[in-house]
C-alpha cells in the first residue's frame, strides 16, 4: 500500500478524518505533519506512524523549508496519498509547495463508506 501524508492541525473534527483515513487500509507508512500540541495530544498512531512537528506560526517559506527537511530521503513512493482536511491555508499551502519540491506526486484522499477515497475519481 502507499505512503499516506496528512495534515495533523485545527479544525474541529478533523483529527477524527485523519483517524479514519489512517485505519481505513493498511498503509506503508503514515507521516502527519503536525505541531507540539498533535505530537502530545493525537494517541491514534500505529507501529508505521511517524510524526512530523513542525512550528507553524513561522512564516511560510520557513514551514516549507522545516516539511522538506524532515521529509527529505523519507518516502520512497513515486505519489504519494495527501490529506488535508486538518489545518490552516498557510498549511495547506506549506504542505502542497513541500510536496511538490520534494519531486512527489500525489493524490488528494479523504474517507467514503470508512475507506480511502481518492478525489477526483468518479465512481
Do not use: C
Not at 491514534?44 to 510524526?51: A, F, H
Not at 488535508?84 to 491555508?89: F, H, I, N, V, Y
Amino acid at each position: 500500500m502507499p505512503t499516506l501524508l496528512a495534515l495533523l492541525s485545527t479544525g474541529k473534527g478533523t483529527w477524527s478524518e485523519v483517524n479514519k483515513i489512517m485505519q481505513s487500509q493498511p498503509w506503508t507508512h503514515v507521516f502527519l505533519i503536525t505541531n507540539r500540541f498533535g505530537e502530545e495530544n493525537f494517541t491514534s498512531r500505529s507501529e508505521q506512524t511517524s510524526l512530523v512537528v513542525i512550528d507553524f506560526s513561522l512564516e511560510t517559506m520557513a514551514v516549507i523549508k522545516e516539511i522538506k527537511k524532515k521529509l527529505q530521503g523519507k518516502i520512497q513512493d513515486f505519489e504519494v496519498a495527501l490529506n488535508l482536511a486538518s489545518g490552516t491555508g498557510k498549511e495547506h499551502m506549506a504542505v502542497l509547495e513541500a510536496v511538490l519540491e520534494l519531486g512527489l506526486n500525489f493524490r488528494l484522499v479523504t474517507v467514503k463508506d470508512n475507506q480511502a477515497y481518492s478525489l477526483g475519481i468518479e465512481r
